[in-house]
């Protein structure tokens, strides 16, 4: 099946350092999709990108959607304390429009 | 506007023992997903319903799993026996359209340990 490969699995970075997780596929990706999850939370979704080449923005958070649709990174400027959790890409799954494949996640810890 | 909410939060049974995961989705959702996460490991899909039917439960471990979604409403995941291999976070999701087009909105998850 689809698999979506996801690097680095740890992150450790002092407070206002920058951070990038990046997500690969084999196959192009109709879309792909960012979520965070807290410690002891529940992944919460932030954002999807569609088109090739695709860049958005949210405050210090970048992503972007490679021009072969086939790779993402989520870049966090200067981080902060809140930025604490796990960052995980994931992408529709094997034509379907309803299930998604999901990387196995980037723990991000920030030291104050 | 509630969210999807999940319960029990936590569950510690025996191996062998049997035990009944519920999750509310947003009203009005007609699609509820279930998804696992094993620790340390990716969050991986289960089943899929569209109102009381079962879309696609592809994902689904073994025969051990039943899930229902009775009327369409809420839905239950029964795991019996429980292995150990079955602990991990489930998570229940439902969205409105399909997910190609926007997010899921997912549960708090229930956090399940087998002993």
């Known amino acids: 099946g689809q698999q979506v490969m996801q690097i680095p699995q740890y992150q450790h970075v002092q407070e206002g350092e920058d951070f990038t997780t990046y997500c690969n596929s084999s196959?192009?990706?109709?879309?792909i999709q960012w979520y965070k999850q807290r410690p002891g939370g529940h992944p919460v979704f932030l954002i999807q990108?569609?088109?090739?080449?695709e860049v958005k923005k949210q405050k210090r958070l970048t992503f972007q959607f490679g021009e072969a649709k086939k790779n993402s990174s989520l870049h966090i400027t200067a981080t902060q304390t809140t930025d604490v959790g796990t960052y995980f890409c994931a992408a529709l799954s094997g034509g379907s429009n309803y299930k998604l494949t999901f990387g196995k996640g980037t723990l991000l810890t920030v030291n104050p | 506007e509630a969210g999807v909410t999940q319960f029990p939060s936590h569950s510690v049974i025996e191996k062998g023992q049997t035990v009944t995961l519920r999750c509310d989705p947003i009203s009005g959702h007609d699609n509820l997903y279930w998804y696992r996460r094993v620790m340390g490991k990716e969050i991986k899909f289960l089943l899929h319903?569209?109102?009381?039917?079962?879309?696609?439960e592809s994902g689904m471990p073994n025969n051990r799993f039943l899930a229902e979604r009775t009327g369409g409403t809420y839905s239950t995941l029964k795991v019996q026996p429980a292995e150990l291999e079955d602990s991990g976070v489930y998570f229940c999701?439902?969205?409105?359209?399909?997910?190609?087009?926007?997010?899921?909105?997912f549960g708090s998850g229930t956090r399940l340990t087998v002993v």
């Open positions: 319903f569209v109102k009381e039917s079962k879309q696609d």
């Open positions: 990108l569609v088109k090739s080449g």
């Open positions: 196959t192009t990706l109709s879309n």
């Open positions: 999701a439902s969205s409105q359209v399909a997910v190609r087009y926007y997010g899921y909105t």
